[in-house]
C-alpha cells in the first residue's frame, strides 16, 4: 500500500504562490492516480485537483481552475500543485490522495496523507 508524505505548505499574502510536493513511497506510484484534496475549519474535506497515472489527463474543481496546476514526476514518485494567484478561501490543510484510477481519486477514495496547512492572509 502507498503511503504519501505531502510538505511545501505555509504563510502566504492573498495574491502568492506556493508549490506543494507529495512523495509515495511503498507502492508502483505510477500506476497510480493521485490527487488533492482540502478541508477548512468547520468544513468538509473537498477534491482541489487529479491527475492519471500518465499525467495526460487531469481535472479541477471550478474554484481553483485557471490558479492552481496539478503534475506528477513518475521518476521521483511526486505529485506537485502548484498554487497561483491565491485568495483567503484556499485557506486549509491540504491532502495528498492516491487511487488506483482517476474517478476513484476524484470520489475522495484511497490513500491519504497526513496534510500540510495552507494559510493565505489578506
Known amino acids: 500500500q502507498v503511503q504519501l508524505v505531502e510538505s511545501g505548505g505555509g504563510l502566504v499574502q492573498a495574491g502568492g504562490s506556493l508549490r506543494l510536493s507529495c512523495a509515495a513511497s511503498?507502492?508502483?506510484?505510477?500506476?497510480?492516480?493521485m490527487g488533492w484534496f482540502r478541508q477548512a475549519p468547520g468544513k468538509e474535506r473537498e477534491f482541489v485537483a487529479g491527475?492519471?497515472?500518465?499525467?495526460?489527463?487531469?481535472y479541477y474543481a471550478d474554484s481553483v481552475k485557471g490558479r492552481f496546476t496539478i503534475s506528477r514526476d513518475n521518476a521521483k514518485n511526486t505529485v506537485y500543485l502548484q498554487m497561483n494567484s491565491l485568495k483567503p478561501e484556499d485557506t486549509a490543510v491540504y491532502y495528498c490522495?492516491?487511487?488506483?484510477?482517476?474517478?476513484?481519486?476524484?470520489?475522495?477514495?484511497?490513500?491519504w496523507g497526513q496534510g500540510t496547512q495552507v494559510t493565505v492572509s489578506s
Open positions: 490522495a492516491a487511487a488506483p484510477n482517476l474517478s476513484t481519486v476524484v470520489a475522495g477514495k484511497g490513500n
Open positions: 511503498g507502492g508502483t506510484f505510477s500506476s497510480y492516480a
Open positions: 491527475i492519471s497515472w500518465s499525467g495526460i489527463n487531469t
